[in-house]
């Protein structure tokens, strides 16, 4: 296994080219079940969930080939409709294949993609939307089995707003018969990309963008190509890796408008953003303000963010509030921030974090994706080295974070662990 070696305190000074968003590219991947042929994909994110989706695809007759960040996937009819545990469980967003090969296929069987650090993760809202819709749904030794002779459209209402579930239930609905009426959908970015990049294959999409979705379902869909979204929670992430260290950076390949209410919570932790079409220019010149956050589903604070904004708030002058009313027991990362120095108290899923706290460097341990990346940047602020392990969570979800933050002036390499 590897792990980071973080020296702490350089500032974090000049440009960088963000990547194109996981969270979009594996929606996206799903949906070029729907229909035969060769789809291209570019701003495409070479991270480790993407690479293991290529592997599940590969074993539903899909052949995926990457060149210059441009995924080219060949897609042939499969006699297999199995997602595999072993699969699965490396990665829960395999579960999008769920719908599609449902809607093209008449059956799925998924395993089910069981919790992950920070607890459980339920897909019941998955399961509602395509019984809904028709399927019958059975659960059995931790697999899912859908089948459906065809799927028929229906007004759906979403117990809780959920970016899988909507994702699930629109790669089914686009193929059923009539019209399909999804209220309280997820209207984060990529959810947005996923309708239009749907409606390029020929489905019948509107509402785009709004927690109202309709959808009338149409006989077959044929391949596309689109260009990734860039990653907000990458540029949120290196964003707060800049204020951190005081630093000056300018962002390019990004969409301002997708970092929602960041942008005003920076703003009020004293931070300087300069603003054009497709770039942010990043300074903190002056001391952090503590600012209090709660997270909630697109455009307020992503969950995503949670993390990160923790390890901020330590070097803040005063004491803030995090809360995330999305997964309420995300804090594995509270416990190692504790063996840098950081002050932090849980009180049930909100996180009291002691300001003008100053860290002092030593091993931490990567319990999950974003928990890791707030272990860097801690690091990059803590006094000494830190040793960030397990940094596999990290490389989940970004791509070649290390190289973007040594870029930037970071005193960061990889190593294996001793
Ligand atoms: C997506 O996960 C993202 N993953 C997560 O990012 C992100 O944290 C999450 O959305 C919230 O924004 C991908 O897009 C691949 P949800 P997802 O369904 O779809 C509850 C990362 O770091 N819920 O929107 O699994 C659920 O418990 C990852 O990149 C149900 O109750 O999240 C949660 O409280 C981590 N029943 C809330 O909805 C369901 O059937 C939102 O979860 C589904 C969800």
Same mark, same amino acid.
């Given at each position: 296994?590897?792990?980071f ?13 963000i990547s194109?968003a996981k ?22 994110p070479i991270l480790r969930d ?78 509602? !939307?395509?019984? *809904?819709?028709?399927?019958? $749904?059975?659960?059995?030794? #931790?697999? &899912?089995?859908? %089948?459906?002779? =065809? ?80 990653d907000?929670i990458e540029l949120?992430t290196l964003?707060?890796a800049?204020?951190?260290?005081? !630093?000056?950076? *300018?962002?390019?390949?990004? $969409?301002?408008?997708?970092? #929602?209410? &960041?942008?005003? %919570?920076?703003? =009020? ?35 995503d ?64 994706l974003r928990?890791s990346s707030?272990?860097v ?14 940094i596999?969570h990290l490389d989940r979800g970004y791509e070649k974070l290390d190289d973007k933050l ?13």
């Amino acid at each position: 296994m590897e792990r980071f070696v973080i020296e702490g305190q350089h500032r974090l000074e000049g440009h960088i080219h963000i990547s194109g968003a996981k969270n979009a590219a594996l929606p996206l991947m799903a949906a070029s079940l729907l229909a035969d042929g060769i789809y291209h994909f570019s701003n495409f994110p070479i991270l480790r969930d993407t690479l293991t989706f290529s592997k599940l695809l590969k074993e539903l007759n899909v052949d995926s080939q990457i060149e210059d960040h441009v995924l080219t996937l060949r897609v042939e009819p499969t006699e297999n409709k199995v997602a595999r545990y072993e699969l699965v469980k490396t990665m829960r967003a395999s579960f999008y294949v769920l719908g599609p090969l449902l809607a093209r296929y008449g059956e799925a069987i998924v395993s089910l993609p069981g919790g992950c650090a920070w607890g459980p993760r339920p897909v019941d809202q998955h399961l509602k !939307g395509l019984q *809904k819709l028709g399927a019958t $749904i059975d659960t059995v030794a #931790g697999y &899912v089995t859908a %089948k459906a002779k =065809e799927l028929i459209g229906n007004e759906i209402v979403f117990d809780v707003i959920s970016v899988g579930a909507t994702c699930n239930v629109l790669l089914s609905a686009v193929l059923a018969k009539g019209k399909t009426i999804l209220e309280n959908c997820a209207r984060e970015p990529e959810v947005v990309q996923l309708c239009e990049f749907l409606n390029k294959m020929g489905a019948k999409i509107s509402g785009i963008g709004t927690p109202r979705l309709e959808i009338h379902g149409v006989e077959s869909l044929h391949p596309a190509d689109e260009t990734i979204i860039p990653d907000r929670i990458e540029l949120g992430t290196l964003i707060l890796a800049t204020a951190i260290t005081g !630093g000056n950076v *300018k962002f390019t390949n990004v $969409i301002p408008e997708h970092l #929602g209410i &960041v942008q005003e %919570k920076l703003i =009020e932790a004293g931070i300087t953003l300069n603003i054009q079409d497709n770039s942010v220019h990043i300074t903190r010149l002056g001391d952090v303000k503590p600012v209090d956050i709660k997270t909630s589903p697109y455009p307020g604070f992503p969950t995503d963010l949670q993390a990160q904004w923790i390890a901020f708030m330590t070097i803040a002058d005063g004491d803030s509030k995090i809360t995330d009313t999305i997964f309420f027991d995300r804090f594995k990362h509270v416990a190692e921030l504790q063996r840098l120095g950081a002050r932090i108290r849980l009180d049930g899923n909100t996180a009291i974090v002691e300001g003008r706290q100053r860290l002092i460097g030593a091993p931490v341990m990567s319990t999950d994706l974003r928990a890791s990346s707030s272990l860097v940047l801690a690091g990059l602020i803590a006094e000494g080295t830190t040793f960030v392990s397990r940094i596999y969570h990290l490389d989940r979800g970004y791509e070649k974070l290390d190289d973007k933050l040594s870029k930037l002036g970071a005193k960061i390499f990889r190593e294996q662990e001793p």
